[in-house]
Structure formats: structure tokens, C-alpha cells
């Protein structure tokens, strides 16, 4: 079964608590909330301290994407503030392996990341340790970028290497430019769980817009 994560990213930060609702309204699965610091990324959003104000809002699982530098400083506020799994990316961990089990001491499902530029090769050590391979579809920092081609042939390969090491269990997480077309392709290529911004909260009827992914 497909796993569907509306990214608050193309909320309305004025009332994300009301639109955090709306997602789980219509028919999301995890709320995926995307942490950028403007120094991996370019562009900022937000802390722990906003993540803490709407866990009140829903049930829903909360999925933090860290899009941050040093992820190990702040990966214990996310935690207290309410995150319910982590991911971060291969490229901003000097110590992929020691912050893959930071993750993990807190309980907490461990998720990593790769750009549409980075080797899928650069997951590979830690494959074992994880829940979630997250494959960037566009290049993060922005809501409302086209999906990159590519992609497509990342998650089949990613999907190869799992089954030669008995993970098929492992989500696969997309991540950028979904729509109804974008998730067909990359529903075929093995991608299980599909993170979608603009296209559920730009929807008029964010219910048929999150139906259309699955
Ligand atoms: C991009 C973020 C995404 C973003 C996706 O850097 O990681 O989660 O919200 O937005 P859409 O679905 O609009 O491409
Ligand atoms: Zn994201």
C-alpha cells in the first residue's frame, strides 16, 4: 500500500495547525514537515518549536525531514518536540553512521536522504540500520519544482540493490514534483511512500488530490 505524506511546506504558516488537519482530512498518512536552514539548503523554515505547536493538531505520524547541517545538534529538540521518525541527508553528515544511530537510541524509525546529484552508493553503508531511503526528486529548498527524470531509474536501481540484500522491507520514499503523472511513474518504479506540497495544498479538493497519488 502507498503511503501518502503532504508536506506542510505549501501550508499557510498563519493557520498550520487548521491545514495540518486538512491533510489528515484528506486521507494523508504522515505529515511530512521539511526543516531547512538556509545553509544546506537556500532557504529556511522552521524549528522544534512550531513542530511542538501542532502536535496537538493531529494523530498522524509526524515525518521531519532535516535539510539541515549538523543534524545531530538538533535531532534531540525534534524528538521531544513530537517528530515520530528522522531523516536526514547523506550529504550534511560527516558521520552518516554515528547520526543514523543517534536516531535510532531515541527510538525513532532512521531515514536518509540523497539529492538528485549523489550516488545512491552513498546509502549503502548504513542500509542496514535503516527504515526509509528517501530519493530527492527535485533538488531540495523549494515547494513547486518539476520532478527530474532521472529519478525514475534511481528508484529502480535502489529497489535492485535492496532485494539483493533481503531489505525489501525498507521504504522508499520520493520526495519533489509529485502529481498524479509523477506518482504513477514512480509507484511503478517501487517508490512506496510520496511526499506531495503543492499539488494536495494547491488542490481545490485536497481528498481527490491525495486519492490520485495512491
Ligand atoms: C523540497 C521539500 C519537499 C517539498 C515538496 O525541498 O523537501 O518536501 O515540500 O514540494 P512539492 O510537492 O511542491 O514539489
Ligand atoms: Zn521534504
Known amino acids: 500500500m502507498t503511503i501518502i505524506a503532504p508536506s506542510i511546506l505549501s501550508a499557510n504558516f498563519s493557520k498550520l495547525g487548521e491545514d495540518v488537519q486538512s491533510a489528515e482530512k484528506a486521507g494523508g498518512d504522515w ?10 539548503v537556500p532557504n529556511l523554515t522552521f524549528g522544534p518549536i512550531v513542530v511542538e505547536s501542532v502536535r496537538p493538531y493531529t494523530k498522524l ?9 549538523k543534524p545531530e545538534l538538533y535531532i534531540p529538540a525534534f524528538v521531544k518536540a513530537g517528530a515520530d521518525r528522522i531523516t536526514v541527508h547523506a550529504e550534511a553528515c560527516v558521520h552518516l553512521h554515528r547520526v543514523v544511530h543517534l ?9 536518509v536522504a540523497i539529492n538528485p546529484g549523489t550516488p545512491l552508493s552513498a546509502v549503502e553503508p548504513v542500509l542496514d540500520d535503516l527504515d526509509l531511503v528517501l530519493i530527492m526528486t527535485v533538488n531540495p529548498g523549494f515547494g513547486g519544482q518539476s520532478f527530474i527524470p532521472q529519478s525514475v531509474g534511481r ?3 535502489l529497489r535492485t540493490m535492496l532485494q539483493e540484500r533481503g531489505l525489501e522491507h525498507m521504504n522508499v520514499q ?5 502529481n498524479a503523472e509523477t506518482a504513477k511513474l514512480v509507484r511503478d518504479a517501487g517508490a ?22 495512491r
Request: aromatic fraction near 6%.
Open 31 to 40: 505529515i511530512h514537515i521539511d526543516v531547512m536552514d538556509g545553509h544546506f
Open 61 to 69: 505520524p509526524f515525518d521531519v525531514h532535516l535539510m539541515i547541517e
Open 103 to 111: 536516531i535510532k537510541e531515541h527510538g525513532l524509525p532512521a531515514g
Open 155 to 157: 528508484i529502480r536501481q
Open 174 to 178: 520520493v520526495d519533489g514534483g509529485m
Open 192 to 213: 512506496n511512500v510520496l511526499v506531495a506540497g503543492s499539488y494536495v495544498y494547491g488542490a481545490a479538493d485536497r481528498a481527490a488530490a491525495v486519492a490520485s497519488l
